[in-house]
């Protein structure tokens, strides 16, 4: 499962989505309330200088030691640092519900792979699934958005960001989240 919350720099728990299920709402509901009970966390550092700090954390349940490598047989690797949304790219330049899919009462999600480049730009954006109309309007968007490239050995590298919109006629709000590839998916 994954959620994905704010923390504003007082300390104060802010806007929290539940990115995916792990399929069992009790547990859900623990990795959800474990967040909540949390509130407030500490205050964010004084030389933080955005207004909030958003987390996602993916949480695992009921995994076989099959699921983990076998670090004893193999050479240590270095960690990738994801590329990171720059704060503010995604509000400034965020998808708007077309009026005419609105009228044809078009919603759904939109699920597109972005390449972005050692210079934190998109490179390459694929529409991997969605409405043709509406995955128009959130490319044009994302299209805009800046990165923190990834980083391997203290070095820009090349990462895979999964970004998925959703569109909902019920209040015609657009959410949106980037989200990196799994570890075994950066682009080298």
């Known amino acids: 499962m994954a959620i994905e919350f704010a923390i504003m720099k007082d300390g104060r728990l802010a806007e929290m989505n539940l990115l995916s299920s792990s399929g069992d709402a009790a547990l859900d509901r623990a990795a959800w309330g474990g967040i909540t009970k949390s509130d407030p966390f500490p205050k964010l550092p004084v030389h933080f200088t955005g207004p909030y700090l958003i987390l996602r954390t993916h949480l695992y349940y009921n995994l076989n030691k099959s699921d983990f490598p076998d670090t004893a047989s193999t050479a ?15 509000e400034s330049n965020h998808p708007k519900y077309p009026t ?48 923190s490239p990834a980083q391997k050995d203290g070095k820009p590298v090349e990462d895979l960001v999964r970004i998925q919109a959703e569109f909902r006629l019920d209040g015609g709000r657009v959410s949106i989240w980037p989200e990196p590839a799994p570890p075994a998916q950066p682009v080298q």
Do not use: C, Y
Not at 81 to 89: D, K, N, S, W
Not at 119 to 147: C, M, S, Y
């Open 76 to 90: 240590p690797v270095s960690p990738i640092i994801h590329a990171v949304l720059m704060a503010g790219t995604a």
């Open 100 to 147: 005419n899919a609105r009228k044809a009462k078009l919603d759904g999600i939109v699920r597109l792979e972005a390449t972005i480049g050692t210079d934190g730009a998109i490179k390459d954006l694929e529409v991997t699934e969605g409405n043709p109309a509406l995955a128009a309007v959130a490319v044009h968007a994302i299209q805009k958005w800046r990165f």
